[in-house]
């Protein structure tokens, strides 16, 4: 069964850094575009980067484009995301998600559980 | 960016009985040189992360009940429950991925009757 594993997630304060880690195994990962995806606590679920299986290519929603950027291992079959400059608005739950074989304009097949990222004073 | 609107924002429904939850997109995510329809729906439940549960607007997610169906094209979509049970109470998402950035519908909360 696939399994997403993110992890990283703190308490950070304003203006701090953090970097998320998901661990993926049972599929072939360098295979998958991947996604990360964040959802405010009790609000809706927000796209935030994707990137292509040999990390040639990303992308970004604009809002986050600069202060986030994303990245992967394919020999630890790992997905990161690099948080800069983080502000109260990007507590959040952070997913991991798979997408496609075939291009970025994929949906989101498989979920991690997520890991809680809390910018605070 | 593709607005995704959904509604109702929520719904009661009884055991039983149909749900219906609407999704309209800002631009149509139609595109035509294969004709497919870069729509999907996602259930969520508390403490949860998401469910794919329809993608290119109809096809089903493998596991997902036959319960369970999407219809519509363009801009105008639909995911239907056709006899709610017990299990399905959640919160729905339709979402794009005609293009980047990706958006989702606000959510419809489904409770029982």
């Known amino acids: 069964e696939v399994q997403l594993v993110e992890s990283g997630g703190d308490l950070v304060q304003p203006g701090g850094s953090l970097r998320l880690s998901c661990a993926a195994s049972?599929?072939?990962?360098?295979?998958?575009?991947m996604s990360w995806v964040r959802q405010a606590p009790g609000k809706g679920l927000e796209w935030v980067a994707n990137?292509?299986?040999?990390?040639?290519?990303?992308y970004y929603v604009d809002s986050l484009k600069g202060r986030f950027t994303i990245s992967r291992d394919n020999t630890k079959n790992s997905l990161y995301l690099q948080m800069n400059s983080l502000r109260a608005e990007d507590t959040a739950v952070y997913y991991c998600?798979?997408?496609?074989?075939?291009?970025?304009?994929?949906?989101?097949?498989?979920w991690g559980l997520g890991t809680l990222v809390t910018v605070s004073s | 960016d593709i607005v995704m609107t959904q509604s109702p924002d929520s719904l009661a429904v009884s055991l039983g009985e149909r749900a219906t939850i609407n999704c309209k997109s800002s631009?149509?995510?139609?595109?035509?040189?294969?004709?497919?329809?870069?729509l999907a729906w996602y259930q969520q439940k508390p403490r949860q992360p998401p469910k794919l549960l329809i993608y290119?607007?109809?096809t089903r997610e493998s596991g997902v009940p036959d319960r369970f169906s999407g219809s519509g094209s363009g801009t105008d979509f639909t995911l239907t429950i056709s006899s709610l049970q017990a299990e399905d109470v959640a919160v729905y998402y339709c979402?794009?991925?005609?293009?980047?950035?990706?958006?989702f519908g606000q959510g419809t909360k489904l409770e029982i009757k």
């Open positions: 998600a798979i997408q496609g074989t075939t291009s970025a304009y994929t949906p989101f097949h498989d």
């Open positions: 049972a599929f072939i990962f360098s295979n998958y575009w």
């Open positions: 990137m292509k299986q040999d990390g040639s290519v990303e």
């Open positions: 631009q149509s995510v139609l595109y035509n040189s294969n004709k497919k329809n870069y």
């Open positions: 290119w607007a109809s």
């Open positions: 979402q794009q991925y005609y293009g980047t950035p990706f958006t």
